[in-house]
């Protein structure tokens, strides 16, 4: 709930400040297609995730990203795998090489919890994500990226609420 004010307060700003692009930005084109990678912390352990994103416009684009999460807890081993589908628009240009992005859209996982002495739980699992990205580029074609997001999943085999934080890399294909 914290992260969904902290959101919120960064979305009020913004929207109400003038969004003029900022001298030498360099936008997206239409259709561009990159690559993405990348290592998040979560409340469980660490989750993994490679995705592909394409732009619609050269404020928006769309992702598809696949994610690995495991960890050992005491006496127990949880793991969970899933996708991300969402939309991402640029909110803000802070700077022509440094952009700050919201994202949200649907989240789809199987979650397993394995207690080392007694039985196994299975979950399938969905819900909706939400957060922010900051892009940073290091070349035309390379970008770095930190990300914080919160899902609000249906059913609770690992919790309803999860929320990770991490950074990666993008790579785009086609310039």
């Given at each position: 709930?914290?992260?969904?004010?902290?959101?919120l307060?960064?979305?009020?700003?913004?929207?109400?400040?003038?969004?003029?692009q900022?001298?030498?930005?360099?936008?997206?084109?239409?259709?561009q297609?990159?690559?993405?990678?990348?290592?998040?912390?979560?409340?469980?352990?660490?989750?993994?995730?490679?995705?592909?994103?394409k732009?619609?416009?050269?404020?928006?684009?769309?992702?598809?990203?696949?994610?690995?999460?495991?960890?050992?807890?005491?006496k127990?081993?949880?793991?969970?795998?899933?996708?991300?589908?969402?939309?991402?628009?640029?909110?803000?240009?802070?700077?022509?090489?440094l952009?700050?992005n919201?994202?949200?859209?649907?989240?789809?996982?199987?979650?397993?919890?394995?207690?080392?002495?007694?039985?196994?739980?299975?979950?399938?699992?969905?819900?909706?994500?939400?957060?922010?990205?900051?892009?940073?580029?290091?070349?035309?074609?390379?970008?770095?990226l930190?990300?914080?997001?919160?899902?609000?999943?249906?059913?609770?085999?690992?919790?309803?609420?999860r929320?990770?934080?991490?950074?990666?890399?993008?790579?785009?294909?086609?310039?």
């Open positions: 709930m914290k992260f969904l004010t902290f959101l307060i960064i979305l009020l700003v913004l929207v109400y400040r003038p969004l003029a900022a001298d030498g930005y360099k936008s997206f084109r239409i259709n297609i990159g690559l993405e990678a990348g290592i998040k912390k979560s409340a469980f352990g660490n989750l993994f995730r490679i995705g592909i994103s732009h619609l416009t050269d404020k928006a684009h769309v992702k598809f990203a696949p994610f690995l999460e495991k960890c050992d807890v005491k127990s081993r949880l793991s969970s795998m899933g996708a991300d589908l969402g939309l991402s628009y640029i909110i803000y240009p802070i700077s022509d090489n952009r700050l919201c994202s949200g859209g649907i989240t789809g996982n199987y979650d397993e919890v394995e207690n080392f002495s007694t039985s196994t739980s299975r979950t399938l699992n969905a819900g909706i994500w939400g957060g922010v990205e900051i892009e940073r580029s290091l070349t035309d074609q390379i970008l770095l930190a990300t914080g997001n919160q899902r609000l999943l249906l059913k609770s085999n690992m919790g309803r609420q929320y990770d934080y991490g950074i990666g890399i993008k790579i785009i294909l086609n310039d």
